[in-house]
């Protein structure tokens, strides 16, 4: 049986366009994971190869060392490189309760000031839209006192959360309400797609941020950070350095979500858990 799975396996390889040695695999492994944290698993090279192998169509390269020699000396190419290997799974509305928690949250800010939020994996932009829908439901206005900061490592789809523009068929889990209220049909949006209103992109700013970079262009005090499923993607010591730089932008009051899958109990020193993926400062509290 094994030898026929080797078999198998040295077959698929002759069938490849190009060939991905174990050592070039390795290589791409340390480079997006010194650049930007991600850690691939040996089980991902059927997919780093897919995602890849079109780069060296376009590039024109014979081979993956030769690719890998490009992204030394080829800046563009090099945030393709990483956009390419960037996973954007996302929604509207993906993991609901977050919101209304947020929602409640924002409801009890007595003073009158701009509520800040982070939304550090904006991906093509259904996570910060539904954070602007979310505020402007808990405030009953479109022009709700709330600065939504959306970020990503990948600048393609920041572009296309920019731009704001959605299939229907992204859309379909929303109310015929929520629809009717946020988004808009008619001239300049394409046939079968529907764009945010103006009222909700004015809420946002759109800024492309690598966790890993020593500075980022979001500064605190922030209400909310919206972390979730990034943090699957980095080892223990990375998340732990990641979150330590969190802290201090969160007021005291202010929440940290995470995704369903994602604990920080690691980072114990720092936040604390109030339940259903959602932290606070460990000092929250305090005088």
């Not at 990503?152 to 009717?180: F, K, M, Q, W």
Request: aromatic share 10%; hydrophobic share 40%.
């Amino acid at each position: 049986m094994a030898a026929a799975s080797a078999a198998a396996a040295m077959a698929g390889d002759r069938d490849r366009e190009f060939e991905l040695t174990s050592a070039d695999f390795e290589r791409i492994r340390k480079l997006i994971h010194d650049h930007a944290g991600i850690v691939l698993s040996p089980a991902k090279q059927d997919m780093v190869y897919s995602r890849l192998a079109r780069r060296l169509r376009v590039c024109g390269d014979r081979t993956f060392a030769e690719y890998i020699a490009r992204l030394e000396r080829d800046r563009i190419e090099w945030e393709t490189f990483v956009n390419s290997l960037t996973t954007n799974l996302t929604s509207f509305f993906r993991e609901a309760h977050h919101f209304d928690i947020l929602a409640e949250r924002m409801r009890r800010v007595a003073e009158k000031r701009v509520i800040r939020i982070w939304c550090n994996a904006a991906s093509t932009g259904e996570e910060p839209y539904s954070l602007a829908i979310t505020a402007c439901e808990a405030f009953d206005t479109l022009t709700p006192p709330v600065q939504i900061f959306a970020s990503d490592i990948d600048t393609n789809v920041l572009a296309h959360a920019e731009r704001g523009l959605y299939r229907e068929d992204r859309i379909l889990r929303l109310s015929p309400e929520r629809i009717r209220r946020y988004f808009q049909r008619g001239a300049g949006v394409p046939e079968g797609e529907l764009r945010v209103r103006p009222e909700l992109q004015r809420l946002l700013s759109f800024r492309r941020i690598n966790l890993l970079d020593p500075n980022w262009s979001v500064q605190g005090p922030l209400d909310a950070i919206f972390c979730r499923n990034v943090m699957i993607y980095f080892d223990k010591a990375t998340q732990y350095t990641i979150l330590k730089r969190f802290a201090p932008l969160l007021r005291k009051d202010g929440a940290l979500f995470a995704g369903h899958s994602e604990s920080f109990m690691h980072a114990a020193d720092l936040f604390r858990s109030m339940g259903r993926t959602v932290y606070q400062r460990i000092d929250a509290g305090a005088a």
